[in-house]
């Protein structure tokens, strides 16, 4: 049994719909089957898929707690530093409404109370992500990111034939932030940042889709969906700024997006790590594509 309270901010919505946005990883029959049988309680009383919750309203899951709290898991520690995989689909932290019953942070905070993350990825991006339990370490790691002391390495499946094996992008992002988007220009105009992307094209796995290793020498958000995509090879998988009918043909089912290694400097912030590598492989997704009968490309 776990007790949950709605955080104040939310406003009215069927109580399926919130519990897919806090717990976005249970899996969608043992919520359905949850429902059904009514094992979900709003302010006491036992309700179905159809009820409505808001704000402050008080949850009382009777459900696997080994699914509703998971652990994290932990690449690597020094109980200061933490490094952990996060799982695609899963949120670093809570939503704007403050929505997220199971994120990264609150797994790794069962362990360390104190842990603060170092930076983020988008919920639909896998792979390594840092964060602190202690305030140096930390202080250390902020400086880090915002000055590009460590470098990332991603793994991605990217469409279309590439006609160089290597090379880097150069362009300018702006933020569309009542879309929740972002936007490529080839010049700077007011509000736009400048963004950095170094590509290399791995292998090629499947006519017209490549294996592809994405270096962000800028980190900005959706930096590496949005350039990918405005170069003329978006990422497999992705819905906001892909081609849409390309993932339908691949039948991809998530992005195709790994964050596999990071890398600090010996010139990095971070100045007690300086040295350090650490990967994380990418998942086959079109093995596991194909093992769930899906059509191979």
């Known amino acids: 049994m776990t007790a949950h309270r709605v955080p104040a901010g939310v406003k009215p919505m069927p109580l399926e719909k919130y519990l897919r946005r806090a717990w976005p990883l249970l899996p969608g029959h043992v919520l359905r089957g949850a429902l059904k049988r009514r094992d979900v309680r709003v302010n006491g009383a036992r309700s179905g898929a159809d009820a409505v919750v808001s704000g402050g309203d008080e949850l009382t899951l009777y459900l696997d707690e080994a699914l509703l709290m998971p652990e994290a898991d932990v690449l690597w520690t020094d109980e200061k530093l933490i490094a952990a995989v996060k799982p695609q689909g899963l949120p670093v932290d809570a939503d704007r409404d403050g929505v997220g019953a199971d994120t990264l942070l609150i797994r790794l905070q069962r362990r360390?109370?104190?842990?603060?993350?170092?930076?983020?990825?988008?919920?639909?991006?896998?792979?390594?992500?840092?964060?602190?339990?202690?305030?140096?370490?930390?202080?250390?790691?902020?400086?880090?990111?915002?000055s590009h002391g460590v470098r990332k390495h991603y793994r991605a499946l990217a469409l279309g034939d590439f006609d160089r094996r290597e090379g880097a992008l150069n362009a300018w992002l702006a933020k569309d932030a009542r879309r929740a988007e972002v936007r490529v220009t080839h010049r700077p105009e007011p509000g736009a940042k400048p963004i950095e992307t170094r590509w290399r094209v791995l292998d090629v796995p499947a006519p017209g889709l490549a294996r592809v290793e994405l270096e962000p020498v800028t980190g900005r958000t959706h930096q590496l969906r949005a350039h990918m995509a405005d170069f003329g090879h978006p990422l497999l998988g992705d819905d906001k700024y892909g081609d849409r009918a390309a993932n339908r043909r691949y039948g991809a089912k998530t992005l195709c997006l790994w964050h596999a290694a990071l890398e600090v400097p010996e010139d990095s912030p971070l100045a007690d790590y300086?040295?350090?590598?650490?990967?994380?492989?990418?998942?086959?997704?079109?093995?596991?594509?194909?093992?769930?009968?899906?059509?191979?490309?």
Do not use: N, S, Y
């Not at 360390?112 to 170092?118: E, K, T, V």
């Not at 919920?123 to 790691?141: F, K, M, S, Y």
């Not at 040295?275 to 194909?290: F, I, N, S, T, V």
């Open 112 to 146: 360390w109370p104190g842990a603060r993350l170092c930076h983020r990825l988008d919920a639909q991006t896998g792979g390594i992500v840092l964060a602190a339990a202690d305030e140096e370490v930390w202080q250390q790691a902020f400086e880090a990111f915002r």
């Open 274 to 297: 300086r040295g350090m590598r650490l990967e994380a492989p990418a998942p086959d997704w079109l093995a596991a594509k194909h093992e769930d009968g899906g059509t191979p490309p």
